[in-house]
């Protein structure tokens, strides 16, 4: 029942900074963990940051520094906050949440960085 729709990517500039937006829509009373991932091509998926229902932010330690992630009060709404982007930044970005102890996922939204 739940939906997830990102948005926000495009093409930026190295140094730049970019926000992007995942909107659950549906059933979203279940929802618990909602984060980002992201794929670059010929990479494999790994995980950016996610935050809890209850608000603990995660972020993974290649990303520490440069990416804040946010909800909003509903939670059914979350930002991937990224700064001083690389052109090793360029990848596919999902997003994923639990709706209950299942997880899903957006399509994903392209971001791509210039050198």
């Known amino acids: 029942q739940v939906r997830l729709v990102e948005s926000g990517g495009g093409l930026v500039q190295a140094g730049e900074s970019l926000r992007l937006t995942c909107e659950a829509s549906g059933t979203t009373s279940r929802l618990n963990a909602m984060g980002w991932f992201r794929q670059a091509p010929g990479k494999e998926r790994e995980r950016v940051t996610h935050?809890?229902?209850?608000?603990?932010?995660n972020i993974a330690d290649s990303f520490k520094g440069r990416v804040a992630i946010s909800r909003d009060d509903n939670k059914n709404i979350v930002y991937l906050q990224m700064n001083s982007l690389k052109p090793e930044d360029t990848a596919v970005y999902y997003c994923?949440?639990?709706?209950?102890?299942?997880?899903?996922w957006g399509q994903g939204t392209l971001v791509t960085v210039s050198s």
């Open positions: 994923n949440a639990k709706d209950g102890s299942i997880p899903v």
């Open positions: 935050m809890s229902a209850g608000g603990t932010r």
